[in-house]
């Protein structure tokens, strides 16, 4: 138990004030404030069998600074096409910024450049732990369209 919960219970609590740091049931700081967020690479999970993403979360937590989709015999929704491999992106200047704890990533699927866009779109937000962080996914990949959900921890 934290001393929150001991006071709450009308227990006093006579604890050192480092012994409060993190509050585990809120995920914020000592003050209320929540953590900071985890600077480096993020894998995600995506429920969808043989879709996988990595984000970078740059220093100081204020921008992505990159992010690969990775493909294993991935079909969206309907398709025709079947993707594999791995697509990766680093952000120079204009970053996909984080702002109120939450970003929106896209990336078009497809090498053609005459070809039709297969955008994916990944947003999401972070917990307030700042080593949590979960969102949702869509695509529009070959006349297939799909959605879902994802979550990632550090």
């Given at each position: 138990?934290?001393?929150?919960?001991?006071?709450?219970?009308?227990?006093?609590?006579?604890?050192?004030?480092?012994?409060?740091?993190?509050?585990?049931?809120?995920?914020?700081?000592?003050?209320?404030?929540?953590?900071?967020?985890?600077?480096?690479?993020?894998?995600?999970?995506?429920?969808?069998?043989?879709?996988?993403?990595?984000?970078?979360v740059a220093s100081g937590a204020s921008s992505?600074?990159?992010?690969?989709?990775?493909?294993?015999?991935?079909?969206?929704?309907?398709?025709?096409?079947?993707?594999?491999?791995?697509?990766?992106?680093?952000?120079t200047g204009n970053t996909p910024a984080i702002?109120?704890?939450?970003?929106?990533?896209?990336?078009?699927?497809?090498?053609?450049?005459?070809?039709?866009?297969?955008?994916?779109?990944?947003?999401?937000?972070?917990?307030?732990?700042?080593?949590?962080?979960?969102?949702?996914?869509?695509?529009?990949?070959?006349?297939?369209?799909?959605?879902?959900?994802?979550?990632?921890?550090?």
């Amino acid at each position: 138990m934290n001393c929150r919960t001991l006071v709450a219970l009308g227990v006093i609590c006579l604890l050192p004030v480092f012994a409060c740091g993190d509050d585990e049931v809120t995920g914020t700081n000592g003050n209320g404030q929540p953590s900071a967020i985890q600077t480096g690479q993020w894998t995600a999970t995506t429920g969808s069998a043989g879709f996988t993403f990595t984000f970078t979360v740059a220093s100081g937590a204020s921008s992505i600074s990159a992010m690969s989709m990775t493909f294993s015999s991935w079909r969206c929704g309907n398709s025709s096409a079947i993707l594999g491999g791995n697509i990766s992106s680093s952000y120079t200047g204009n970053t996909p910024a984080i702002s109120n704890r939450a970003f929106t990533l896209s990336r078009d699927v497809n090498h053609d450049p005459m070809g039709t866009d297969w955008p994916i779109t990944i947003s999401g937000s972070f917990a307030n732990s700042g080593s949590e962080a979960s969102g949702t996914w869509e695509g529009s990949v070959a006349g297939g369209t799909c959605s879902g959900s994802w979550t990632a921890s550090r």
